[in-house]
């Protein structure tokens, strides 16, 4: 885990933990968790959530990275879950496409169903570096939502809404489109760069919002929340 000085993961997991189990959110999606708070965070919403996610890399690691979904085990069956990585060969593990000179990156898809209809959520978090590499992997993303009833894509783009609604080139609405800076670098430096996109068939209940969680001059992370409610 980065040692981030005051923002440093020791201080604010509880403020998180605390903050996921009083959501009531049904599905919660989250990037850059180590295996030690996956299994610190699948204990703590055990009552209430069923986690998925894997790391990128090829070989189990201390610091290596999952892109989380978890949901509510009273509202959904879980389907299906695959775990692909974002490459010219997306079922081979740590791969990366040939532009990408630092982490592989990946994404977790599961097929949630509910009482509502059955839902595919893709939870992702592309790369900070490489602008080739994130419009081929978010491209391979929608390239498998597309093929999906109801589909949700959601993550940390590492882009501009311009750049990123050039790419899904309306094959998905953005429900998140609007909404202020969501990457704060804990007060340093502001970005809209997290996203919602769901298919055409899949209708919003409220507007979104990006949730502002400072306490006590705590930032909750690097990023704020950002909800979406749909059905």
């Known amino acids: 885990m980065a040692d981030d000085g005051a923002n440093s993961w020791k201080f604010r997991k509880s403020f998180v933990y605390e903050y996921l189990l009083n959501s009531g959110a049904?599905?919660?999606?989250?990037?850059?968790?180590?295996?030690?708070?996956?299994?610190?965070?699948?204990?703590?919403?055990?009552?209430?959530?069923?986690?998925?996610?894997?790391?990128?890399?090829?070989?189990?690691?201390?610091?290596?990275?999952?892109?989380?979904?978890?949901?509510?085990?009273?509202?959904?069956?879980?389907?299906?879950?695959?775990?692909?990585?974002?490459s010219d060969t997306p079922d081979i593990a740590g791969s990366r496409y040939p532009s990408q000179e630092h982490w592989p990156r990946t994404c977790t898809h599961v097929t949630l169903k509910s009482e509502n209809g059955t839902y595919d959520i893709f939870a992702t978090h592309l790369d900070n570096v490489d602008g080739i590499a994130r419009e081929k992997g978010l491209n391979l993303i929608f390239s498998h939502a597309e093929s999906c009833g109801k589909a949700i894509v959601c993550g940390d783009f590492n882009d501009t809404p311009d750049n990123v609604h050039k790419w899904v080139d309306g094959r998905f609405k953005d429900l998140t489109e609007g909404l202020p800076p969501t990457y704060t670098e804990f007060g340093k430096d502001y970005k809209k760069i997290d996203y919602v996109f769901v298919s055409k068939n899949v209708n919003k209940l409220s507007e979104s919002f990006c949730d502002e969680q400072i306490k006590d001059g705590l930032y909750i992370s690097d990023h704020f929340p950002v909800w979406v409610e749909v059905y």
Do not use: M
Not at 67 to 75: D, I, R, T, Y
């Open 26 to 86: 049904d599905v919660i999606c989250l990037q850059e968790i180590v295996p030690e708070v996956k299994s610190e965070l699948t204990k703590v919403l055990a009552g209430v959530y069923e986690c998925v996610g894997k790391g990128r890399l090829a070989e189990p690691k201390e610091y290596d990275e999952i892109n989380l979904v978890a949901f509510k085990k009273s509202k959904f069956k879980l389907l299906a879950s695959e775990h692909f990585w974002l």
